[in-house]
């Protein structure tokens, strides 16, 4: 079975600090798929990354970054000078290719940006 | 593109009445969609797999004659929450997974805005 770990629930840092979020997953699939989505207030689901099983690359677009590291089955997100418009909920889910195809999700991190 | 519409964005309903939700792909052919219940400050929770022309896959612990799922088509899926009780209240998440649509990712799911159920 499947099982995407995010230890955070809540994080509030002050505008302009830098944040990681963790992501731990659980899978015995080689081919799967890695998804971060911001959720705000409105409650719409914001893609904000894929990454697939087989490039461990970082990823890097403008204040966000992503860290892939099978060995430790963790894919963690690092927001750098955050503003008070990161404040939402972030989710990390875990697309299995073969089968269901089913995402699963973790149970979400709260994030505040205190002005 | 890839947009993923739902209607309505919100309905309230006394307990007891039938609720339709609409999803839509706007700009591409879904053959699959999916269905997500969200609770206040919890993660979303799948509730069943929809394939165009075919019954719904149900996740365990979803009772299928409670949430009608129709995908008649390959841009429209509907999910009818029957006799409606207050435990009903949620976040309603519809997502559609596009297949050979040129410039957009296999296996992505493209998200609706989702729609706030409260049944009182």
């Known amino acids: 079975a499947q099982k995407v770990t995010q230890a955070q629930t809540e994080i509030s840092v002050v505008e302009k600090e830098d944040v990681t979020l963790d992501c731990v997953y659980e899978?015995?699939?080689?081919?799967?798929?890695l998804f971060w989505y911001k959720q705000p207030p409105s409650g719409e689901l914001v893609f904000l990354i894929r990454?697939?099983?087989?490039?461990?690359q970082n990823e890097i677009s403008g204040r966000y970054s992503w860290n892939f590291q099978k060995s430790t089955s963790s894919f963690n997100f690092t927001i750098t000078a955050s503003q008070v418009v990161d404040s939402a909920v972030y989710f990390c889910?875990?697309?299995?290719?073969?089968?269901?195809?089913?995402?699963?999700f973790g149970t979400g991190t709260r994030l505040t940006i205190i002005p | 593109g890839a947009v993923v519409s739902q209607h309505p964005s919100r309905v309230i309903c006394k307990s007891g009445t039938s609720v339709k939700i609409e999803c839509r792909s706007l700009?591409?052919?879904?053959?699959?969609m999916f269905w997500y219940r969200q609770f206040p400050k919890q993660s979303l929770m799948l509730m069943a797999t929809?394939?165009?022309?075919?019954?719904?896959?149900?996740e365990q612990g979803v009772e299928k004659d409670k949430f009608l799922i129709n995908h008649a088509s390959l841009t429209l899926s509907t999910l009818t929450v029957t006799s409606a009780h207050p435990e009903d209240s949620s976040f309603y998440i519809c997502?559609?997974?596009?297949?050979?649509?040129?410039?957009?990712?296999?296996?992505?799911?493209?998200f609706g805005p989702g729609t706030r159920l409260t049944v009182l």
């Open positions: 997502s559609a997974r596009d297949w050979g649509l040129t410039g957009v990712s296999y296996n992505e799911q493209f």
């Open positions: 899978t015995r699939d080689t081919t799967y798929y």
């Open positions: 990454r697939n099983s087989f490039d461990e």
């Open positions: 889910a875990l697309l299995q290719v073969f089968g269901n195809e089913k995402l699963t």
């Open positions: 700009d591409f052919q879904a053959t699959t």
């Open positions: 929809s394939n165009e022309g075919s019954k719904a896959t149900y």
